[in-house]
């Protein structure tokens, strides 16, 4: 139990380091509260001494680009045509860009492994290895077969390169 437990943390730990580091979840996300601040101000700026407005202030001006976008419905309304027409490109923008982040996120994590299927290959020697006390004999008979066949593979592409780089070797 406490082997699966810590094969469950580490394997959320990679999962997580492989969002972070090979998508562009960070990259889209920091883009999409930059342009949400700067939208903002722009409602403030727009909004300010207007009659009637709800957007008083730019904390206001804030919570409305997150209803806005997400299209909630609970935001104050603009009343200035400036303030509707930077409203309206913020819930465009920032519903294509939220959206985006989310579908190019999903498509780069679940299109690595055909990107570096080495890694992979690599990923499941090293598990099988982490499970070594549990594997049977058949197991580690095959992990032994798919290691040597690894390193002769390797050992092939070595010398292919070293041949074309006119190595000779």
Do not use: C
Request: net charge neutral; no cysteine.
């Amino acid at each position: 139990m406490r082997r699966k437990t810590r094969n469950l943390r580490h394997r959320s730990r990679v999962f997580v380091r492989d969002v972070l580091v090979h998508t562009p979840i960070i990259h889209m996300t920091l883009l999409l509260i930059f342009l949400w601040m700067l939208f903002a101000v722009g409602i403030y700026w727009s909004e300010q001494g207007a009659e009637g407005t709800g957007i008083s202030s730019y904390t206001r001006a804030l919570y409305w680009g997150v209803a806005a976008f997400s299209t909630a419905g609970i935001a104050d309304v603009p009343v200035n045509d400036s303030s509707k027409l930077i409203g309206a490109v913020w819930i465009i923008v920032g519903s294509i860009l939220f959206f985006g982040a989310i579908v190019a996120t999903v498509t780069a994590y679940f299109m690595r492994p055909l990107q570096r299927p080495s890694r992979q290959i690599i990923d499941t020697i090293e598990y099988n290895l982490e499970q070594l006390d549990n594997l049977t004999v058949e197991e580690l008979e095959l992990l032994k077969e798919t290691t040597d066949s690894l390193i002769e593979h390797m050992e092939r592409i070595r010398v292919q390169r070293s041949r074309s780089e006119g190595g000779g070797g």
